[in-house]
């Protein structure tokens, strides 16, 4: 038989991506009324029609209605809790139906997209800033790891359902918090590049949004019929930011030019501290608001001038001198780059708690030398930390509440602390944080990922304003309890927010999904 003269391209990915590869395809849809109690089972691969559809078992046949023989097919609210089956018919030269070669796919039930994100309380660090004048000076801050597909495997992640994990179900659930937060900066971290490309910058593009996406230094990885890779993707706002610069800090280049001079053991060095993480860092001028003080960091409008550095460090448990020795990078990168004076958002996956060596030491700015994780240091890498940083650096969880989420990561393996806003305390003031759900809550779901929650990381928003009093003095740095020291603006007050609009129209608010459609793919390919 020749090859097909009708073609099926799948629904574009605004209203329903299948996992896969899209291919060209007949088409004949069909969708199913099922037996009741009969659960359907998505197939996976392709199957060969029966010769003989009348032997099959009363079991087996179940009614199928024909809902389309057009070139494309989007499902539709009708659809909703009814399998789709894709039939293949072959045809002959003469135009006329093979007898032999048919084959069908069939879909898992079609169900509602996810629906609106969740509602997040926001943790008030003072009242004062609720009036209207204070509201025009803020801005808001999303950080948050949003799991690459490409490590959404079923043995890493077993308590979670296929359909769950599948990256047609995650990328809604994902676009509708970012946009239902409406933050004026979004850091993000495992973002593929294809995603990058293909999802979030053309949906953020539709709230105002432009984005800039890094990816890590290491070899493109062969996932779902191509290659690619994953990195940071710094979002912000059009209406209230512009971007100046931009900034590339390559740990493993940086380490390279530090470490190659070493007389000796420089391979076996650079070999353990080359790991492919980077930091992006844009520098941004604030379109609306312009300092009030001649210490203040400005642009070349007359605005005040941000810098928003997104990192996602080393996440091997066995190298937390790595894990340290990018923090180190990181902070010197800031500091021979001219960024020490620029207010300063570090945002990121940091993959270490807040009793880390990592975190003291961007906290710090050195690390006690009784620290557990600088004892063992088989390269001699954190020799080069003895000078210290000198960026004055909080956490605008700790500076609002006075301590760390207590989950930002919740897996079987892991729960706990591993991503941060750090911000310049001596520039910026926090006003308020969203409130992360507890281990009670979380436990609901077994672990992250789930139906609910896309990723196995949980994001953080915040709140900032420029300073408008004069900087702290050291010594007011090194006062903890001082809310101007840890960078805030008094304490304690709760307030309830509720998200914005759960984002504009396109793909984020499909009203279906289809699980489990596995798209043909020829032999060899």
């Known amino acids: 038989p020749r090859a097909p003269r009708e073609t099926l391209h799948f629904p574009p990915a605004e209203r329903l991506a299948v996992p896969g590869r899209h291919e060209d395809l007949p088409v004949l849809l069909l969708a199913g009324v099922l037996p009741e109690g009969m659960a359907f089972a998505a197939k996976e691969h392709w199957n060969l029609e029966p010769e003989n559809p009348e032997g099959l078992q009363d079991e087996e046949k179940h009614e199928w209605v024909k809902v389309a023989e057009t070139r494309t097919y989007c499902p539709t609210l009708k659809d909703i809790d009814r399998p789709l089956r894709l039939d293949i018919v072959p045809l002959m030269e003469d ?131 191509r290659y690619t890779s994953e990195g940071c993707a710094t979002f912000y706002k059009t209406t209230r930011f512009r971007k100046l610069e931009k900034f590339v800090f390559d740990y493993d280049k940086i380490s390279l030019d530090l470490l190659s001079v070493r007389p000796q053991d420089a391979e076996q060095c650079l070999k353990r501290a080359s790991k492919g993480n980077v930091a992006l860092a844009l520098v941004l001028e604030d379109l609306t608001l312009q ?14 001038k941000l810098c928003v550095v997104n990192t996602h460090i080393c996440a091997d448990p066995r190298s937390t001198d790595v894990k340290t020795w990018q923090a180190h990078l990181l902070a010197t990168s800031i500091e021979q780059n001219g960024l020490a004076n620029t207010p300063l958002l570090v ?86 944080v969203s409130q992360v759900d507890d281990a009670a809550t979380l436990s609901k779901d077994v672990a992250l990922p789930s139906c609910s929650r896309p990723s196995d990381h949980v994001s953080l928003v915040s709140t900032f304003m420029f300073r408008e009093d004069c900087p702290p003095s050291a010594g007011q740095m090194s006062a903890p309890l001082s809310p101007y020291g840890r960078g805030g603006y008094g304490g304690g007050a709760q307030l309830s927010t509720s998200p914005g609009a759960n984002g504009g129209p396109g793909g984020a608010d499909s009203q279906v999904f289809v699980p489990g459609a596995h798209i043909y793919e020829p032999y060899g390919g």
């Open 347 to 432: 945002c990121g996956d940091f993959n270490s708690t807040p009793d880390s060596a990592v975190y003291e030491y961007l906290r710090q700015g050195v690390i006690r030398g009784d620290h557990p994780e600088i004892q063992q240091d088989p390269c001699g890498l954190l020799e080069y930390l003895k000078s210290g940083h000198s960026l004055r650096l909080n956490t605008a969880y700790e500076a609002c509440s006075g301590e760390e989420a207590e989950h930002t990561n919740y897996t079987e393996e892991f729960k706990g602390t591993l991503d941060y806003i750090f911000f310049s305390s001596d520039s910026l003031a926090v006003l308020a």
């Open 291 to 304: 300092p009030l003080h001649g210490w203040q960091a400005v642009g070349p409008s007359g605005g005040h």
């Open 95 to 225: 135009g006329s139906d093979a007898k032999v070669g048919r084959m069908f796919i069939c879909t898992g039930t079609v169900m509602p997209t996810p629906n609106g994100a969740r509602t997040r309380r926001m943790i008030s660090n003072g009242g004062a800033h609720l009036s209207a004048e204070w509201l025009a000076k803020q801005f808001k801050v999303m950080d948050w790891n949003v799991l690459a597909d490409l490590y959404t495997t079923e043995s890493q992640y077993p308590y979670c359902e296929k359909w769950a994990l599948s990256w047609s179900w995650r990328k809604h659930l994902i676009i509708k918090e970012l946009k239902s937060m409406a933050a004026d900066i979004i850091t993000l971290q495992e973002v593929q590049k294809d995603a990058f490309e293909d999802w979030f910058r053309p949906e953020l593009a539709e709230m105002r949004y432009e984005g800039v996406f890094q990816p890590k230094k290491r070899e493109p990885i062969f996932h779902r019929g």
